[in-house]
């Protein structure tokens, strides 16, 4: 261009001075010097920015080419056509000129000033044309940069009393729906708190259009946290928390993960106190954030792993059916309006309002077992307690009990967790007073009483302790020693437990990682897990779990350790542990096995889950769930087609048909009470899969064999996720409102999803739980925590509770004698005899007044070992555990327990301590495994656990009982 512009202006120069004659000619063409304006500008460090250096570009072109074409219009009309020799020339001035080019540019065309020549009239006519396409995009494009210099690039004004947040990382128009939508529901109306987004890039329009809707409380700055300069502009030293937002759907999840951190550790240096809360899409690299020196969980440091509670969340949907929806219905928040059209639908989606809320209790409850409190809650309450948080003895550190047995007693100002609908329900805890409340029945009268405070409440010196319909008082000093007694007890019994136990355990290898929440075995070699495909007859799995593994050598690993802890957590005993067996490529499995080899009972078979008879190897007619995960490969540019793998998968497992007349009598028994009634003549393979779209649950929506769907609706509205069937990670973005507004609940669904580790627990823990050591422990107080579970009304204990008609007469009967937490159902959709099968919904927390069906499953929280099913005398197997309740007996003043020596099989009657729980050491036939039974009497009614236990030989019989009133004075000897 330079040389152009001085091959046309330079020898006219030299001409002129030759021929002593001045003409303009093409000088007008050094204009297009200007485009070289911003290089200048960059060399001379005048701009530094992205935007500048393009709004210059902009600059440069549009001046250059308006002056060029005023400069040819000056010479053009100022001397006439070359062909009329000029007699139509015009006088006018290179401003007019240039007047005149804008006027054409801005196609407006005042007409004062207009060209006269043919070569002008014709250069007007082709130039309109191109200022057109010049004014439409440029013009706007600077107006833009130079608004937006001014728009997103000004620091935020904090203003004093006004709270805000700052949110960084993956702003994109879906994050940023998801979490405004999640973020703004938790307390709609009362939204007090600004929220600054702090951008690496302009927003879209899409993206300004949502700020724009939501501009009363949200603000985009343009930035980095990962400068300092930045980070003050936002002013993260007076914000509330910093909420870091990861990409789920990135196609390299360990570069996410990375720059997550980084970011983290850029704004702790900047201001240590600044409350995070991340995002980690991969479990592994969860270590790197508690190791920053400011790092602190006290201060609401939370710490969200995708990988973590999404397999998790899958885990326990293999060991519970339907567990995985009903847990994920807690968090699912619900606003589109539907129209059930079938009364199965209705009370679904009745049960999708619920959601988990904390309160802190009242006083009143304090030195109160969690049972009693729970049954209070229920029953005049209207609320379903089912976990506290309580402050270790051993640890230190305040833990989340689950359904904690009756030797833990409530303190003040006890935080407990409820399943309601509204915190509006959950403050009753709060208000309850023993005194003021105790004659109201409606529990929504139930609210602030009369009384001035708690304190003047009582005598001093006094604790009210209210159990059913009895007011008792007690001293402090009383429930202090009650209190100090309680542990002591369960020490000692745990002392006890674990002498007996560890003889069994020395034969059975029965051993617990050093934290005792996972079942641990010496490290196991690859080569003695693979399975061949054509050796079927040397492993015939019953009731065992499949996953099918999608994945190679390259592919990014999804962390399958986090799917094996829950299904190996310690609160399950031995022989409950369901074998595992991956269906996946080779090679990669090979890379996720360094995590898995010290867990016990898991095998890798090669292949696909696309073949059928990869599946047919791993005799999945008889599993008890199939869980298709989704792989880590990279994301495509439809995202339709993220799942592709996952749903052929699903079509070819769901195509299979198992007869019902190949099982065995107990799998029938089982499958009779869990998935299809007992006049089906075949079923349907069990199955979970996970779709990381959850549009996409159309394509798989078909296999439900219900035709009472909702086309077209989202996926928590569908059939396939009511039953149970089909599992999307897409929820777990509202947990990070959620981490914010209650870290609490957060931990809890943790705990629940992850076999019982939390992450201010992980601190605490040995390397041993990723299974990179080689050593273990056989017996750890642990262990001693409830598991989740379903149970069937009729074969089970749950059969002895009288009257059962209603939820509320089940739950408080189970709470009562077994210390069993029920929370919710699965119903049959039909119970129409003709079905070729039988689907199952979830119902989450029915009323009290529920009717029950006989044919309803419970899902509950049940204490550790306890054994809820009865013996089938015609099963062959010898190993299985009974628990037979009668209530024809009165209750009895002694109070024992009986092990069994293991040396001399002699029942030693044992006196102790014991008020409500009473562990016992079973040994059952030659197998020499250990089984800690429980067992809870009230004063008006008393439940005898009696295990009966059957030795191969049938000639020796061995029963034993359990009684149980009140608390003898001595302890164990």
Request: glycine share 4%; charged share 20%; proline share 4%.
């Amino acid at each position: 261009m330079n040389s152009i512009v001085d091959i046309f202006t330079v020898p006219p120069t030299f001409i002129s001075y030759y021929l002593k004659s001045n003409w303009l000619g093409l000088r007008f063409l050094r204009a297009l010097r200007l485009l070289e304006l911003p290089q200048i500008l960059q060399i001379l460090r005048a701009i530094r920015t992205s935007n500048a250096v393009k709004f210059s570009k902009l600059l440069s072109i549009v001046l250059s080419t308006w002056f060029t074409a005023a400069g040819f219009i000056h010479l053009v009309e100022n001397s006439g056509d070359p062909w009329l020799k000029g007699r139509n020339s015009q006088n006018i001035s290179y401003f007019e000129s240039i007047y005149l080019v804008m006027a054409t540019t801005s196609t407006v065309g005042f007409g004062d000033v207009v060209a006269k020549t043919s070569l002008g009239r014709t250069f007007i006519m082709f130039f309109t044309l191109g200022s057109l396409v010049l004014f439409a995009n440029y013009v706007p494009e600077m107006v833009e940069l130079f608004a937006n210099k001014r728009k997103y690039t000004s620091a935020y004004e904090v203003v004093k009393g006004k709270k805000f947040i700052v949110v960084c990382g993956n702003i994109t128009v879906d994050s940023v729906t998801a979490f405004l939508r999640n973020f703004l529901r938790h307390k709609a109306g009362e939204i007090n708190i600004e929220i600054v987004f702090l951008g690496e890039v302009p927003p879209s329009l899409e993206l300004e259009t949502i700020f724009k809707c939501n501009m009363a409380y949200t603000t985009f700055v343009s930035g980095s946290a990962l400068k300092w300069d930045d980070l003050r502009r936002v002013a993260v030293e007076s914000a509330e928390a910093c909420l870091i937002i990861a990409n789920p759907l990135c196609s390299d999840l360990q570069a996410e993960d990375t720059s997550n951190i980084m970011r983290v550790l850029s704004i702790k240096n900047y201001c240590p106190n600044t409350r995070i809360i991340i995002q980690i899409l991969q479990s592994h690299n969860k270590v790197f954030l508690p190791k920053i020196p400011s790092w602190s969980w006290s201060t609401g440091d939370n710490i969200i792993c995708f990988a973590e509670l999404k397999l998790g969340f899958i885990a326990q949907g293999c060991l519970v059916p339907g567990m995985c929806t009903f847990l994920t219905s807690l968090f699912v928040e619900q606003n589109k309006k539907v129209f059930p059209k079938q009364p199965w639908q209705k009370y679904f989606f009745n049960g999708l309002k619920n959601k988990i809320l904390t309160q802190r209790l009242s006083d009143d409850f304090a030195g109160m077992s969690f049972p009693d409190v729970s049954r209070l809650c229920f029953v005049k309450l209207g609320l379903m307690l089912i976990a506290i948080e309580h402050k270790s003895t051993f640890h230190g550190y305040c833990s989340l009990l689950l359904n904690p047995p009756v030797q833990v007693k409530l303190r003040k100002n006890t935080l407990g967790f409820f399943i309601a609908e509204s915190a509006k329900e959950v403050i009753r805890a709060f208000f309850y007073c023993a005194s003021c409340h105790n004659d109201i029945f409606t529990p929504e009268l139930i609210g602030k009483c009369s009384c001035k405070t708690k304190v003047h409440r009582h005598f001093p010196g006094t604790t009210v302790m209210v159990k059913k319909n009895t007011v008792r008082e007690f001293s402090d000093s009383t429930v202090h020693d009650c209190m100090i007694w309680g542990q002591q007890k369960m020490i000692s019994n745990v002392t006890l437990t674990t002498r007996t136990f560890l003889y069994e355990a020395e034969q059975d290898s029965d051993h617990l990682d050093s934290s005792g929440m996972f079942h641990w075995c010496r490290a196991t070699a690859l080569d003695s897990v693979i399975l061949k495909r054509m050796d079927k007859s040397k492993h015939e799995f019953r009731d065992h779990v499949v996953a099918c593994v999608f994945g190679d050598a390259t592919s990014t690993l999804i962390g399958l350790r986090n799917f094996v802890m829950p299904l190996r957590a310690s609160s399950y005993t031995r022989m409950e542990l369901k074998d595992i067996v991956f269906i996946g490529s080779l090679d990669y499995l090979k890379r996720e096995w360094i995590f898995l080899r010290n867990f016990p009972r898991i095998f890798i078979l090669p292949g696909s889950a696309l073949f059928p008879q990869d599946l047919h190897a791993a005799n999945i007619e008889e599993c008890s769930m199939c869980a298709v995960l989704s792989s880590s490969s990279k994301a495509s540019s439809n995202p339709a087609l993220v799942d592709t793998e996952n749903i052929m998968a699903t079509l070819n497992i769901g195509s299979l048909r198992i007869s019902c007349s190949d099982q065995s009598p107990e799998e029938s028994r089982r499958d009779s009470a869990y998935r299809f009634s007992g006049t089906s003549k075949y079923r349907r393979i069990p199955m979970l899969t996970e779709l990381k779209n959850p549009s996409n649950i159309h394509y798989i929506e078909q296999l439900s064999g219900l035709d009472e769907t909702f086309s077209g609706t989202s996926l928590h509205l569908s059939t396939s996720f009511s039953t149970g069937t089909v599992f999307s990670g897409s929820f777990l973005d509202s947990l990070l409102a959620t981490a914010f507004y209650n870290y609490h609940v957060l931990e809890l669904l943790q705990m629940l999803v992850t076999g019982g580790i939390s992450s201010q627990m992980e601190q605490h823990f040995d390397r041993s739980v990723c299974g990179m050591t080689n050593h273990g422990t056989s017996l750890t107080s642990e262990r001693m925590r409830c598991k989740l579970g379903i149970l069937s009304l009729n074969e089970t204990i749950l059969s002895d509770i009288k009257p059962r008609q209603t939820f509320g007469q089940l739950f408080c009967g189970s709470i009562d004698n077994f210390g069993i937490l029920c929370l919710g159902l699965y119903r049959m959709i039909d119970e129409e005899e003709n079905k070729p099968e039988q689907n199952r919904f979830v119902i989450t927390r029915p009323s009290n007044t529920f009717k029950l069906l006989p044919s309803d499953l419970v899902f509950c929280a049940i204490p550790f070992s306890t054994s809820c099913y009865k013996l089938d005398t015609t099963s062959p197997s010898p190993y299985e555990t009974i628990n037979i309740v009668r209530t024809s007996e009165k209750p009895t003043n002694t109070n024992h327990f009986s092990t069994i020596n293991p040396v001399s099989q002699t029942t030693q009657p044992l006196t102790t301590s014991v008020h409500y729980l009473e562990p016992k050491t079973i040994s059952i036939s030659d197998s020499k495994q250990t089984v800690l039974t429980q067992s809870r009497k009230l004063p008006s009614q008393t439940y005898l656990g009696e295990t009966e236990t059957t030795r191969e030989n049938g000639k020796e019989k061995m029963k034993e009982s359990t009684e149980e009133n009140a608390p003898a004075s001595s302890k164990p000897n």
